[in-house]
Nanobody
C-alpha cells in the first residue's frame, strides 16, 4: 500500500490549507484512513480519521470544529480541510491507512492502529 500526501505549505494564522492523500496498491474502499501530525520534540498526535465508507469521522480535540476529513473512494483520495489555522498547528502531517473499517477512540486514534503511512507534508502557520 502506498500513500502520497500533498498540499502542505506556509500560511498565516487564521488561514486555510487543504491536504490530500492518494492511495494505491489496495482497495481504497476497504481502508479506514487517518491523519496524524508531529511537531518537533512532540509525539505523533491524532488529528482525525474516517471510516471505510466515509459515513463516520472522528477528530482530535485540538482540531475539532476547524478541520474536516472527507474521502472520495472513486479517486482513492482522502482530504483534510484545515480552517482557522493556528501557530500550534505547525507540524508534519501524515496520512495513514488501516484495514479495519472503523475509527473510534478505542481503535483508530493511535498511530499503532495504522499499518500504512505516507511520507508526511509540512504545514507551517505563522503569526
Amino acid at each position: 500500500v502506498q500513500l502520497q500526501a500533498s498540499g502542505g505549505g506556509l500560511v498565516k494564522a487564521g488561514g486555510s490549507l487543504r491536504l490530500s492523500c492518494v492511495v494505491s496498491g489496495y482497495t481504497f474502499s476497504r481502508l479506514a484512513m487517518g491523519w496524524f501530525r508531529q511537531a518537533p520534540g512532540k509525539e505523533r498526535e491524532f488529528v482525525g480519521g474516517i471510516t471505510w465508507s466515509g459515513g463516520s469521522t472522528l477528530y482530535g480535540d485540538s482540531v475539532k470544529g476547524r478541520f474536516t476529513i472527507s474521502r472520495d473512494n472513486a479517486a482513492n483520495t482522502v482530504t483534510l480541510q484545515m480552517n482557522n489555522l493556528q501557530v500550534e498547528d505547525t507540524a508534519v502531517y501524515y496520512c495513514a491507512a488501516r484495514t479495519e473499517p472503523h475509527v473510534t477512540r478505542w481503535s483508530g486514534a493511535s498511530p499503532d492502529d495504522y499499518a500504512y503511512w505516507g511520507q508526511g507534508t509540512q504545514v507551517t502557520v505563522s503569526s
